[in-house]
């Protein structure tokens, strides 16, 4: 067997776990937070966190590299989920630090000179690795990762919590919930 090389082009490898909250087992989301560890991209390497919650008050972002917040907003996010696109939010400057690992109880904390946002993963179900190619879902760029679902995620800012569980849902036949680890992230151009 020969190596292959992906002839696409890398626009980010790293990481986007997730947790996304309901109180209505899912119709709505009254929580949902996308942390990116961005090892490489153009716009070099960082940390980002997008949330949209009434614990924070609405859409926020928070960074400790702005160039990778904007590039990651103009190239990634505004296809997620398009109120993080706005280039118009304030990136709020921010350290990050994680604490844990699955099986186990996993955390991404975010802090600010003011704040500790806490996003936590446990209860995890056998984890998976998936493609979602350039087209998929009608976005012009790809993605591989590796998920590890949560059975439980939450959000606290400053030690109060976000109101709301994530809810299971199915990808590609694989059971899945709305609080994943999402590691081992590239994403490319056709």
Same mark, same amino acid.
Request: glycine share 10%.
């Given at each position: ?12 490898? =790293?990481?986007n776990?997730? $947790? *996304?909250l309901?109180? +209505? &087992?899912?119709?709505? @989301?009254s ?13 070099g390497?960082?940390?980002a966190?997008?949330?949209?919650? =009434?614990l924070?008050?609405? $859409? *926020?972002?928070?960074? +400790? &590299?702005?160039?990778? @917040?904007?590039?990651?907003?103009k ?18 400057a ?9 099986p ?17 993963w ?9 493609e ?32 709301g ?26």
């Amino acid at each position: 067997m020969q190596i292959k090389i992906d002839p696409r082009e890398l626009i980010m490898i =790293g990481e986007n776990s997730f $947790v *996304r909250l309901s109180k +209505d &087992n899912g119709q709505t @989301a009254s929580t949902r937070c996308s942390h990116w560890r961005v090892l490489w991209s153009p716009a070099g390497a960082g940390h980002a966190l997008f949330a949209d919650s =009434g614990l924070v008050g609405g $859409v *926020r972002i928070y960074a +400790d &590299n702005v160039e990778v @917040a904007r590039f990651l907003q103009k190239e990634i996010e505004h296809l997620l989920y398009k109120p993080f696109g706005d280039l118009a939010v304030p990136v709020i400057a921010a350290t990050f630090a994680r604490e844990g690992n699955p099986p186990g109880v996993c955390s991404e904390i975010v802090r600010t000179d003011k704040e500790e946002i806490r996003l936590t993963w446990s209860d995890f179900i056998k984890p998976f690795n998936f493609e979602a190619p350039p087209g998929f879902d009608g976005r012009p760029i790809g993605c591989q990762t590796t998920f590890f679902p949560g059975n439980v995620g939450s959000v606290s800012l400053n030690g109060r919590n976000a109101e709301g569980t994530p809810w299971r849902m199915d990808r590609a036949g694989q059971p899945c919930t709305t609080a994943c680890l999402a590691w081992c992230e590239t994403w490319f151009r056709a």
